[in-house]
């Protein structure tokens, strides 16, 4: 299984890029989703 991690700026478009491979079935872990959460 390969690992890919998406880095950038603020404003850079990370969320998005993980959107589009959400849609293309391909799991995607968000880590601020589960920072906000604690």
């Known amino acids: ?3 890919l991690g998406l ?4 404003g850079s ?3 998005t890029v ?3 491979f959400g849609e293309l079935g391909v799991p995607v872990f968000i880590a601020d989703t589960q920072a906000k959460k604690l």
């Open 18 to 20: 993980a959107g589009f």
């Open 7 to 10: 880095t950038g700026g603020i």
């Open 1 to 3: 299984m390969k690992v």
């Open 13 to 15: 478009g990370k969320p």
